[in-house]
């Protein structure tokens, strides 16, 4: 096997054990830490957390750990998480969602620095486009990633559906269901008790090993990534200060092409943070019960992780305009219709069509969003995935501090007008790529942004 697909494949299975864990535990907090809002406090604290994180951290490890060993110690943060929720309490889980959060920007700043030099660095030696092998290398990644949804839920659901009760959903309630939904708590109506202790213990058991095989996974077989020496080597000597490298991120927003971008890296927190928490709550728990939200979210996983690796293997042949309006028009539709629709147990299958075309969006905003940040700052990668994460985390705390506080129609409208708003100035940042590149509006046309934009001066 080829050395550089091995790295990416021991990451893409590192990640995939990873949030099995945590994705489960994030979907469940709300229901398992209910008492006096403790789930959903945990996870904004996190986000913010993370936000933090995203600063000042990423530059810092990745220069001197490396992106290996930042990887494996920021997984090691999430497993810190998973310990946290045996005891759940204000005085375990706050610490722990805030070390997490610390971990997370790390986290995903190295991964994406590891998978764009891994296929910069084979496309140079087989004298392929750079830009394809990394959407290649993306899409590898978020096919084995995101199906880490399957497995995190159908595990919980699994567990902890041995206790469940169910409970008739009246007409009443059902009148209760959909955007336009009561200022009432559905989960206290619907769904089913909370389970024991012993099976929340299993599954916390569960979810930890998982994440400890996962940084195992990491520091066996992981090989230390050696094409930036050279340049580190000449960085050292110039000895940046540690505030230089504290500002890193921010003084990466002096390129226009970042601060364009920031609307579409913020919509990726706002439509993750919708799905998983207003979807499942005011249309799937509400209409259906809490035992069928795992489920949906893991149809929603499952097309994610297939359509990630369709769209990293085809995107050198439609080019990323291409996937983006495609993923632009399914997200509005879906929008649309969930303003229109009233949910029903009767229309079942419904349920499940929603979350799957947004997995086929969401699987564009991830691999082509990450992808088009490799590319277009190709030489100051660890400071454009730091801001990613920041922006994209601003996006998740923004959509939780509004949770409770606004009906469901309102939210869709705010989702819709960023989505409008974030194709706008990613237009615009396609717009000032093709005026930069002097290759031909027909070479430029087809390959959507080739190898000679990444050397655009900041």
């Known amino acids: 096997m080829e050395r550089n697909l091995k790295n990416v494949l021991v990451i893409s299975f590192g990640f995939l054990l990873l949030f099995t864990a945590y994705g489960g535990l994030q979907s469940l907090q709300s229901s398992l830490n209910s008492e006096e809002g403790l789930g959903v406090a945990s996870l904004s604290v996190l986000y913010a957390a993370l936000i933090l994180s995203?600063?000042?951290?990423?530059?810092?490890?990745?220069?001197?750990?490396g992106c290996k060993w930042t990887i494996a110690i920021s997984?090691?943060?999430?497993?810190?998480?998973?310990?946290?929720?045996?005891?759940?309490?204000?005085?375990?889980?706050?610490?722990?969602?805030?070390?997490?959060?610390?971990?997370?920007?790390?986290?995903?700043?190295?991964?994406?620095?590891?998978?764009?030099?891994?296929?910069?660095?084979?496309?140079?030696?087989?004298?392929?486009?750079?830009?394809?092998?990394?959407?290649?290398?993306f899409g590898v990644f978020f096919l084995v990633f995101q199906s880490s949804g399957i497995w995190g839920n159908l595990i919980s659901s699994l567990i902890l559906s041995q206790s469940s009760t169910k409970v008739e959903i009246s007409e009443e309630d059902l009148e209760c269901c959909g955007a336009y939904n009561c200022l009432t708590d559905t989960t206290n109506t619907t769904g089913s008790a909370k389970p024991s202790n012993s099976l929340i213990y299993t599954l916390l058991g569960v979810y930890t090993a998982s994440g400890v095989l996962a940084v195992l996974l990491v520091i066996i077989f992981l090989d230390q990534i050696k094409s930036d020496q050279a340049e580190t080597e000449k960085e050292k000597l110039e000895a940046p200060s540690f505030?230089?490298?504290?500002?890193?991120?921010?003084?990466?927003?002096?390129?226009?092409?970042?601060?364009?971008?920031?609307?579409l890296t913020m919509y990726s927190g706002f439509e993750q943070g919708f799905l998983s928490g207003d979807y499942t709550k005011v249309y799937v728990?509400?209409?259906?019960?809490?035992?069928?939200?795992?489920?949906?979210?893991?149809?929603?996983?499952?097309?994610?992780?297939?359509?990630?690796?369709?769209?990293?293997?085809?995107?050198?042949?439609?080019?990323?305009?291409?996937?983006?309006?495609?993923?632009?028009?399914?997200?509005?539709?879906?929008?649309?219709?969930?303003?229109?629709?009233?949910?029903?147990?009767?229309?079942?299958?419904?349920?499940?069509?929603?979350?799957?075309?947004?997995?086929?969006s969401d699987a564009v905003w991830q691999t082509q969003t990450n992808g088009l940040y490799g590319i277009l700052f190709e030489k100051h990668k660890e400071a454009a995935f730091a801001n990613y994460r920041l922006w994209e985390s601003l996006g998740f705390v923004i959509a939780y501090g509004y949770s409770t506080k606004l009906q469901v129609y309102i939210k869709l409208y705010i989702l819709l007008s960023v989505l409008v708003l974030s194709m706008v100035t990613y237009g615009a940042v396609e717009y000032l790529e093709a005026k930069s590149s002097p290759g031909t509006p027909t070479a430029t046309k087809k390959e959507n942004g080739r190898p000679h934009s990444q050397e655009t001066s900041m």
Request: net charge positive.
């Open 54 to 65: 995203s600063m000042f951290l990423p530059p810092i490890l990745i220069e001197k750990l």
């Open 75 to 137: 997984m090691c943060c999430y497993i810190a998480f998973s310990l946290g929720n045996f005891y759940a309490s204000w005085y375990t889980l706050i610490p722990t969602s805030v070390i997490l959060g610390l971990g997370g920007a790390p986290l995903w700043s190295a991964k994406c620095t590891y998978l764009t030099i891994a296929g910069t660095s084979y496309a140079e030696k087989a004298g392929k486009n750079a830009k394809d092998i990394i959407n290649q290398y």
């Open 285 to 360: 728990t509400c209409a259906l019960g809490i035992q069928y939200v795992g489920y949906v979210m893991i149809c929603f996983a499952a097309v994610n992780s297939l359509c990630s690796l369709l769209f990293g293997k085809i995107s050198q042949f439609t080019g990323r305009k291409f996937l983006f309006a495609l993923a632009t028009a399914t997200n509005m539709a879906c929008i649309i219709a969930l303003l229109l629709w009233k949910p029903h147990p009767k229309q079942l299958a419904v349920f499940f069509v929603f979350p799957g075309l947004w997995g086929l």
């Open 243 to 263: 505030w230089s490298t504290f500002l890193a991120t921010f003084r990466h927003l002096k390129d226009k092409r970042q601060c364009l971008l920031i609307p």
